[in-house]
């Protein structure tokens, strides 16, 4: 049984580190792409401060599909290029909103969020899906969050079966 330990970072590199060791334990030993995305949006949903929603979307017939997530009811379906998310998917590069509503062709799914960050879920080349994350705070999100966020990605991709 896994139990979620309070993280008592210093500053964020030290988060995304402790949050790294944390997810390299949660997913060991299982491959399932649900089981293993539903607890890693858990994971990080309950250790990241000032988030109002975190979760995954699967990449399937050309769009984006709601996969596990934490927080309020999500838009289900994206399309490449649209939004934030779709923007990361398409660029197949992270995308960081400091405010949402500045943001050209924002998808409001959660009108208490402010800003975003999106990372693309990049398999053998392959776009699999996106991690988003979403804040009340506007500006919220920095590049030391987006390393932290694409280590996090690694470590779920590199022990899930997408």
């Known amino acids: 049984m896994f139990e979620l330990k309070p993280v008592a ?3 964020k590199k030290e988060l995304y580190a402790e949050l790294a060791e944390q997810a390299v334990h949660l997913l060991a030993g299982e491959r399932d792409l649900i089981a293993n995305t539903a607890n890693f949006a858990a994971l990080l949903y309950h250790s990241l401060p000032e988030i109002n929603w975190l979760g995954l979307y699967f990449y399937k017939g050309g769009e ?3 996969g596990p997530f934490q927080g309020k009811p999500a838009c289900v379906r994206i ?3 649209k939004g934030v ?5 398409e660029r197949r590069d992270a995308v960081v909103v400091q405010d949402v509503h500045e943001f050209p062709g924002h998808i409001a799914c959660d009108s208490a969020s402010n800003s975003e960050i999106v990372i693309p879920l990049i398999q053998g080349g392959e776009l699999v899906g996106v991690l988003d994350v979403d804040s009340p705070v506007r500006g919220r999100f920095d590049e030391e969050d987006r390393h932290g966020l694409e280590k ?3 470590i779920l991709l ?3 079966d997408f």
Request: net charge neutral; with cysteine.
């Open 9 to 11: 970072a210093a500053g």
């Open 152 to 154: 996090l990605a690694a």
């Open 158 to 160: 590199a022990q899930t």
């Open 85 to 89: 998310c779709g923007m990361a998917a």
């Open 79 to 81: 399309a490449i290029g």
């Open 64 to 66: 984006l599909v709601v």
